[in-house]
């Protein structure tokens, strides 16, 4: 089972759509963290980091 699931993962396709698939949950975490799924904006332009300064 361990040769079969070793050797799955070393074609490139199956690589390629892992790394695609793990990337784009990094951005849509990154995104939801970063407040863009927000459904009321702030009247004083967002959540910017920089809107206090």
């Keep these: 089972m361990y040769s079969r699931l070793t050797r799955f993962f070393q074609y490139a396709i199956t690589l390629w759509i892992w790394k695609?698939?793990?990337y784009i949950a990094?951005?849509?975490?990154?995104?939801?963290i970063y407040g863009i799924h927000s459904e009321q904006p702030e009247p004083s332009g967002g959540t910017f980091i920089y809107n206090g300064f």
């Design 20 to 22: 695609t698939i793990y």
């Design 26 to 32: 990094i951005l849509v975490g990154l995104l939801w």
